[in-house]
């Protein structure tokens, strides 16, 4: 049944695109303007403290009472940063747990702050951008010139170094 007299709105909604490569496993964000960069950092950070939460509960669980003691611990201890420690305790302790599950968590955590990271450089790009693309218009108007703008996208053909190659 076709509907006569309506339009639909069009949206301003910007798709995001990503490219993985699968030979390095890294992802190229392609349209950095389709995400809503604060609320993928939050997302990825709740994400990392999730993970750093299990990570440490597993490696306290795993420890015995004695090898607590010795650690002069009461709490469970962040293991990223007392990574030498702990591991000389599970490795006292005949590795109780699994180095294979330790490592991927720690993996992980390490590829989400990555993330987290790329996407402040990518905010601070796009600030960047932004300032050099209004200091042109303004610069246009004082000299009477078209203002057309001449400003590539950012991420639209850019990459950084270390990305990998569609």
């Known amino acids: 049944m076709a509907m006569q007299g309506m339009r639909s709105k069009p949206t301003k909604e910007v798709f995001p ?5 699968n030979d390095t496993n890294k992802m190229t964000l392609i349209n950095p303007q389709g995400v809503k960069l604060n609320i993928y950092k ?3 950070e709740q994400a990392i403290k999730s993970y750093e939460k299990r990570l440490n509960k597993i490696v306290w ?3 015995s009472p004695e090898e607590k003691k010795k650690l002069d611990a009461n709490k469970p201890m962040r293991y990223l940063e007392n990574k030498a420690a702990l591991n000389e305790a599970l490795e006292r302790l005949n ?3 699994s180095l294979k599950e330790l490592s991927m968590l720690e993996n992980e955590i390490l590829a989400g702050k990555m993330y987290v990271q790329q ?3 990518l905010q601070e ?3 960047k951008e932004n300032y050099v693309g209004k200091a042109l218009e303004e610069q ?3 000299q009477g010139t078209p203002t057309k703008k001449q ?3 950012i991420g639209s053909t850019q990459r950084p170094e270390g990305y990998c190659k569609m």
């Open 17 to 21: 695109l990503a490219h993985v490569c």
């Open 42 to 44: 939050q997302k990825v």
């Open 61 to 63: 669980r795993a420890l």
């Open 95 to 97: 590795w109780p747990i």
């Open 119 to 121: 996407a402040m450089e």
């Open 125 to 127: 790009a796009v600030k």
């Open 140 to 142: 246009q108007k004082i």
């Open 151 to 153: 400003i590539k996208k």
